[in-house]
């Protein structure tokens, strides 16, 4: 594992707890919501950056995704 797909891996952790406590998510809605969004997509791309990012950073991309259905 790289680095890169280390951090990914643990920016992921971190988005799924955070829906878990905030949105009151059971683990599998979490990771469900977090794998088929774009927010997760852009997280995986490399050249986004988004790996290097906080997670309470990240999360405001996911929160407003699923509060309008868009990245924008």
Do not use: W
């Not at 643990?10 to 998510?25: A, N, S």
């Not at 683990?27 to 986004?48: H, M």
């Not at 290097?52 to 407003?64: C, G, N, R, T």
């Amino acid at each position: 594992m790289t680095d890169v797909e280390y951090m990914i891996e643990c920016m992921t952790k971190d988005l799924v707890i955070l829906l878990m406590e905030r949105r009151h998510m059971d683990i599998e809605d979490a990771f469900d919501t977090l794998y088929n969004s774009d927010t997760f997509k852009k997280l995986q791309d490399v050249r986004s950056g988004l790996y290097f990012q906080s997670p309470l950073y990240v999360y405001d991309f996911l929160e407003k995704e699923i509060e309008t259905g868009t990245l924008a």
